[in-house]
């Protein structure tokens, strides 16, 4: 008896509908594996690039990360839970939450004073970090700079491929209701 097919009917009973089927899956794990040979070009390549450009020379890649984390996940107020900044960075970098403090009080500190960590007004045991006018003038000038710095990399990319580019961007990673940081926001 031979093998059946993973649809359950032998090859030779397989229609025309079950052979596109298989094609269909077929093109679709390849346009896969491409996207996927793209991901360490665009991590290294662009995404640490970037990283360091946001750090201006004066902070690290870990520093920018947080100010990031902040300046886009904070509530309407601009607080984040420190809790969040832990998770991810942990999660990213393999780094301890200790190591993690030490990266926010740097931040915290002369001569920086990007962040403020406040007491969560609503729990005691849990810290609240946002952006000082500092931190977000520094944040202002990061984005200017990796703007700079994508208009360079990317200037033989025509207006209409940049926009095509954006539109998968935003299609492919939009939040997922199954998404831990879909819920996850400020303070609140």
């Keep these: 008896m031979g093998k059946q097919a993973s649809s359950g009917k032998t090859p030779a009973s397989r229609t025309v509908g079950d052979k596109a089927e298989e094609s269909a899956d077929e093109k679709r794990q390849a346009s896969l594996a491409d996207l996927l040979s793209f991901y360490y070009p665009m991590h290294y390549r662009i995404g640490i690039d970037v990283e360091t450009v946001m750090g201006q020379g004066r902070i690290s890649r ?3 990360t947080i100010l990031w984390l902040i300046h886009s996940r ?3 107020d601009g607080w984040l839970r ?6 991810r960075l942990s999660a990213w ?3 301890s939450n200790s190591s993690v403090s030490n990266l926010l009080r740097e931040l915290t500190r002369p001569p920086l ?8 007004p609503t729990s005691g045991r849990e810290k609240l970090v946002c952006l ?6 520094f944040i202002g000038e990061s984005i200017r700079q990796s703007l700079d710095y994508l ?3 990317l200037e033989h990319v025509d207006q209409q491929q940049l926009d095509r580019g954006i539109q998968f961007f935003k299609l492919a990673f939009q939040p997922l209701s199954t998404d831990p940081e879909a819920s996850e926001s400020g303070a609140s």
């Design 93 to 95: 970098f393999e780094i």
């Design 74 to 76: 904070g509530d309407k």
């Design 151 to 153: 208009g360079r990399h």
């Design 82 to 87: 420190r809790k969040l900044i832990e998770e």
């Design 62 to 64: 870990k520093q920018g």
């Design 132 to 137: 000082t006018p500092k931190g977000r003038a």
């Design 113 to 120: 004073e990007l962040v403020k960590q406040i007491e969560n």
